[in-house]
């Protein structure tokens, strides 16, 4: 029988309970608002923006800026910021601040490529003193608490989490959220979960675990092996909520379409939908994944010029 999120534990982080301690992790091109909103009406307990550049907050660029868009019932609500300098990171978590926004999750564990060549993300991971600056800067200009998101290590010679983390802490984090790969790995092969634990022995602030987490089972699985205080999701939950209700996705067209139109009425409420198209219907794909005719659904999907064709071809579906 898959547990239920109330069989997770609850988590608290500075002065922030989270019950369960299950989270929607940032996600680059579709952890935005509605996504977000899906995923707390099914049962996350906290959703992280997409990572929000400290520059492009800092220097007032709108693109940016619309990235904490959110609402009360979103609450709590994590902000994501990624930056290589840390006075930039401090300006910017002051802006975050002034937001209605519970936590700040600074990321030292992004891999793609065009983030770590400027010295982001998990690049930071090779360089101790710069990110224990970043850390301090940030804290130092917010009284929310602040989570450290990064990998087991740059390549599987150079495993250093376990000390990344045990910096963190000295640096003032509240959390660490840990996945369980290298940067040399990006998403392939498997999450150590080995290394969750020994971060966990490493530190006495609360550890979030991420890697490999498809399901309620699957988290508490983590918890019981790790010691972890919480889990995070990501890539798991595309196409998914259900994940966050200890549900299984739905085998069906028709079981799933509910969950669809839901998302696309949050998209029409919260996002310029015609303008920001493409975005929406690669959230609508992942929906279709593993069902029968999947392909030429996601194709139909893609040629649909406006949200107005969309929502058509979704009712087409829902009468055959």
Same mark, same amino acid.
């Given at each position: ?5 109330a ?19 940032? =996600?680059? $091109? ?7 909103l899906?995923?707390?009406e099914? *049962? ?8 929000v550049?400290?520059? $492009? ?25 990624? $930056? ?18 519970d ?5 030292m564990?992004c ?10 993300? %998990? ?9 224990e ?10 009284s ?11 390549t599987e010679s ?7 983390a045990?910096m963190?802490?000295?640096? *003032? ?28 022995? %490493? ?15 699957d988290?508490? %699985? ?12 990501g ?18 067209? %028709?079981?799933?379409?509910? =969950? ?6 949050l ?23 593993g069902?029968? *005719?999947?392909?030429r ?18 009712d ?5």
């Amino acid at each position: 029988m898959t547990p239920s999120p109330a069989r997770l534990p609850s988590l608290t982080i500075g002065s922030v309970q989270l019950s369960p301690g299950l989270l929607l992790a940032p =996600l680059a $091109g579709y952890t935005d608002l509605p996504f977000r909103l899906l995923c707390k009406e099914n *049962g996350a307990s906290c959703c992280v923006s997409e990572m929000v550049s400290s520059h $492009g907050l800092t220097f007032a660029q709108q693109n940016t800026r619309d990235l904490l868009q959110t609402i009360v019932t979103e609450r709590p609500f994590a902000v994501q910021l990624f $930056g290589n300098n840390a006075e930039l990171m401090g300006r910017a978590a002051a802006i975050v601040s002034e937001c209605p926004v519970d936590l700040i999750d600074i990321n030292m564990g992004c891999p793609v490529r065009k983030v770590v060549k400027k010295g982001c993300g %998990a690049a930071l991971m090779k360089d101790l003193h710069l990110a224990e600056s970043i850390i301090q800067s940030v804290c130092a200009q917010t009284s929310l608490p602040v989570t450290v998101k990064f990998r087991s290590g740059w390549t599987e010679s150079t495993i250093n989490a376990p000390e990344f983390a045990a910096m963190t802490e000295a640096a *003032g984090a509240a959390a660490v959220i840990v996945h369980g790969r290298t940067w040399a790995q990006g998403f392939g092969g498997y999450a150590d979960w080995e290394i969750i634990k020994k971060v966990k022995e %490493a530190v006495t602030i609360p550890v979030i675990g991420n890697g490999d987490v498809h399901s309620c089972t699957d988290g508490l %699985a983590m918890i019981q092996t790790t010691g972890c205080d919480g889990v995070m999701v990501g890539r798991a939950a595309l196409g998914n909520p259900w994940l966050f209700s200890g549900s299984e996705k739905p085998a069906t067209l %028709a079981a799933r379409l509910p =969950l669809i139109k839901r998302y696309l009425q949050l998209a029409q409420q919260f996002l310029p939908v015609n303008r920001v198209l493409f975005r929406v219907k690669l959230q609508v794909v992942k929906f279709l994944t593993g069902l029968p *005719g999947a392909t030429r659904m996601r194709l139909a999907v893609i040629d649909c010029t406006n949200i107005e064709e969309l929502t058509g071809f979704l009712d087409q579906l829902a009468e055959q």
